[in-house]
């Protein structure tokens, strides 16, 4: 993946998660951010673990981190969701990323009323096995409470996706 802001993707997904334009969204840079889906939750059960997004990374020798802003979509209480930085058969870096900052405006993305909290930036290091490709993925965590229905889980615009 272009480290381009998204701004090369001419096709409607990438990874997971949709490309959406200024037209149709609050973007954070040029003209096209990424957005992964807010969830409202879940029916009553155990709900297993889900892979929201997943991209490959180009790196360069002397990189240490993996960098992108981002803004919380419908932001809520519930720490549901990490991202993983790993190498192809390797070793793998876990955080959770997750914006707290106050207020949140509304906005529409995709013909959809949303929250948005502030612009907020991640910085996620690189495995200590990271040589000249790492893949990102961003989690939702599983549930094991069978009488519970599954908690809601924020979305999040993501965009300057890099390796430095």
């Not at 997004?53 to 549901?80: E, I, K, M």
Request: contains cysteine.
């Amino acid at each position: 993946m272009p480290e381009d802001g998204f701004e090369s993707a001419a096709i409607a997904t990438l990874g997971g998660a949709q490309i959406v334009a200024d037209t149709s969204a609050p973007v954070i840079t040029g003209a096209r951010s990424l957005y992964i889906l807010a969830s409202s939750g879940g029916v009553p059960g155990t709900k297993p673990q889900q892979t929201q997004l997943a991209l490959r990374l180009t790196v360069a020798p002397g990189d240490t981190v993996v960098r992108f802003a981002y803004r919380a979509v419908n932001p809520n209480s519930f720490d549901g969701t990490y991202f993983a930085v790993a190498t192809p058969g390797g070793r793998m870096t876990v955080m959770s990323v997750r914006s707290t900052a106050t207020p949140t405006t509304s906005a529409t993305i995709a013909d959809q009323a949303v929250t948005l909290r502030p612009l907020a930036m991640a910085e996620i290091p690189l495995p200590a096995d990271a040589s000249s490709e790492v893949v990102i993925a961003r989690i939702v965590r599983g549930t094991g409470c069978t009488g519970m229905p599954a908690p809601p889980v924020e979305g999040m615009l993501i965009d300057d996706l890099r390796v430095e």
